[in-house]
């Protein structure tokens, strides 16, 4: 994904359970700035 310069983003990290993710993830609308990052520390 090449991200353009004169466009804002918003960047979320989610490091929770999946569940809390799934919760937070239901609440965001569709758009194009939004970029995700996850990390489960769980093995």
């Given at each position: 994904?090449?991200?353009?310069?004169?466009?804002?983003?918003?960047?979320?990290?989610?490091?929770?359970?999946?569940?809390?993710?799934?919760?937070?993830?239901?609440?965001?609308?569709?758009?194009?700035?939004?970029?995700?990052?996850?990390?489960?520390?769980s093995?």
């Amino acid at each position: 994904m090449i991200l353009s310069k004169k466009k804002r983003y918003l960047q979320i990290a989610l490091n929770s359970s999946l569940d809390d993710a799934v919760s937070i993830l239901r609440q965001l609308p569709v758009d194009e700035r939004i970029i995700l990052e996850s990390w489960n520390s769980s093995n």
